[in-house]
């Protein structure tokens, strides 16, 4: 009875002795994939900064941008407000002195190509001066 005892005691010891050592694996792989998602984490957190400072950055120049664009437009404005004042008293001046129109000029009428060929292709007509 000893001797079965002594047989289980051993076999129980064995396979403990087999649970730890795959436990021990398992244990070894989590601590390197440990290692792994922390480096990548690192990583992850250096490119969250870099991506938070770009968009600060763009953020100031926009506006910088929208104050500039807005002076631009105010500018415009203005010299819009001027235009119509100009446009305003040009057109009131242009009705004070209507000029009569003068006639426009009746255009020059060309000769066609054609009519042009037609004419110098003409046989000539001699005179006799007798």
């Given at each position: 009875?000893?001797?079965?005892?002594?047989?289980?005691?051993?076999?129980?010891?064995?396979?403990?002795?087999?649970?730890?050592?795959?436990?021990?694996?398992?244990?070894?792989?989590?601590?390197?994939?440990?290692?792994?998602?922390?480096?990548?984490?690192?990583?992850?957190?250096?490119?969250?900064?870099?991506?938070?400072?770009?968009?600060?950055?763009?953020?100031?120049?926009?506006?910088?941008?929208r104050d500039r664009l807005g002076h631009l437009v105010k500018n415009a404005?203005?010299?819009?407000?001027?235009?119509?004042?100009?446009?305003?008293?040009?057109?009131?001046?242009?009705?004070?002195?209507?000029?009569?129109?003068?006639?426009?000029?009746?255009?020059?009428?060309?000769?066609?190509?054609?009519?042009?060929?037609?004419?110098?292709?003409?046989?000539?007509?001699?005179?006799?001066?007798?």
């Amino acid at each position: 009875m000893d001797l079965i005892a002594d047989g289980l005691l051993l076999s129980a010891a064995l396979v403990a002795i087999f649970y730890c050592w795959a436990v021990n694996r398992r244990l070894g792989h989590l601590k390197k994939q440990s290692a792994d998602l922390t480096d990548k984490l690192a990583n992850l957190d250096k490119t969250v900064m870099e991506v938070r400072a770009a968009i600060a950055e763009g953020r100031s120049l926009a506006e910088e941008e929208r104050d500039r664009l807005g002076h631009l437009v105010k500018n415009a404005d203005n010299l819009r407000r001027d235009m119509q004042r100009a446009a305003m008293t040009l057109e009131k001046s242009a009705k004070r002195v209507e000029p009569e129109p003068e006639p426009a000029p009746k255009p020059v009428e060309r000769e066609s190509s054609l009519s042009r060929v037609k004419r110098l292709n003409q046989p000539k007509k001699r005179r006799d001066v007798s």
